[in-house]
Antibody, heavy 119, light 110 residues
Framework: LQLQESGPGLVKPSETLSLTCTVS??????????WGWIRQPPGKGLEWIGSIYYTGSTYYNPSLKSRVTISVDTSNNQFSLKLNSVTAADTAVYSC????????????WGQGTLVTVSS | QSALTQPASVSGSPGQSITISCTGT?????????VSWYQQLPGRAPKLMIYEVSERRSGVSDRFSGSKSGNTAALTISGLQAEDEADYYCCSYAGGSTVIFGGGTKLTVL
């Protein structure tokens, strides 16, 4: 199974960050697997943003919940992240990953993509 | 949702054993046997090493082991090797299908 993030590498402050994760080598509709977004600011630790099940059920980090939307497109084996009203503090490497049973066991990860928030 | 607490750094000499702690609360680490550990090499994606507190992922050296007592989980690496030098993160289920990561620990092999 492989995951690949795609989207703009530069976003202006106050705008919306949008990323897509394309899954290959397996079905995003597999039962028991959740699909998550995790970010890592430069030189800092990992932060879980949120996860989605193929049915569309979503779960978000309470600290980001008001700004985050995660959606799934089962026909294209993709899921997406939108983070609105971004600031420089949202500059990070954003990674998508597969989690078994929403347990925090992310077995497979994408390579990650750096998104910089700057005017 | 505050990050789980890990020491910023630990170090050890080749052949020695080290332990990295991960302290949470009764709402996350203490409530569920769903703690995982990740190894992150520079410039690389994190790699799942341990899941469900103490289960070693297939292919991971048996020098890596996990445990938990109360609200604190721990990762122990025995027979330390130079290749173990990396950042290590714990992660816990926190209820309601949410998860939380630790702040990370930098392991230096002297």
């Amino acid at each position: 199974l492989q995951l690949q993030e795609s989207g703009p590498g530069l976003v202006k402050p106050s705008e919306t960050l949008s990323l897509t994760c394309t899954v290959s080598g397996g079905s995003i509709s597999s039962s028991s697997y959740y699909w998550g977004w995790i970010r890592q600011p430069p030189g800092k630790g990992l932060e879980w943003i949120g996860s989605i099940y193929y049915t569309g059920s979503t779960y978000y980090n309470p600290s980001l919940k008001s700004r985050v939307t995660i959606s799934v497109d089962t026909s294209n084996n993709q899921f997406s992240l939108k983070l609105n009203s971004v600031t420089a503090a949202d500059t990070a490497v954003y990674s998508c990953a597969r989690d078994y049973d929403s347990s925090g066991s992310f077995y497979e990860w994408g390579q990650g993509t750096l998104v910089t928030v700057s005017s | 949702q505050s990050a789980l607490t890990q020491p910023a750094s630990v170090s050890g000499s080749p052949g020695q054993s080290i332990t990295i702690s991960c302290t949470g609360t009764s709402s996350d680490v203490g409530s569920h046997n769903l703690v995982s550990w990740y190894q992150q090499l520079p410039g690389r994606a994190p790699k799942l090493m341990i899941y469900e507190v103490s289960e070693r992922r297939s292919g991971v050296s048996d020098r890596f082991s996990g445990s938990k007592s109360g609200n604190t989980a721990a990762l122990t690496i025995s027979g330390l090797q130079a290749e173990d030098e990396a950042d290590y993160y714990c992660c816990s289920y926190a209820g309601g299908s949410t998860v939380i990561f630790g702040g990370g620990t930098k392991l230096t092999v002297l």
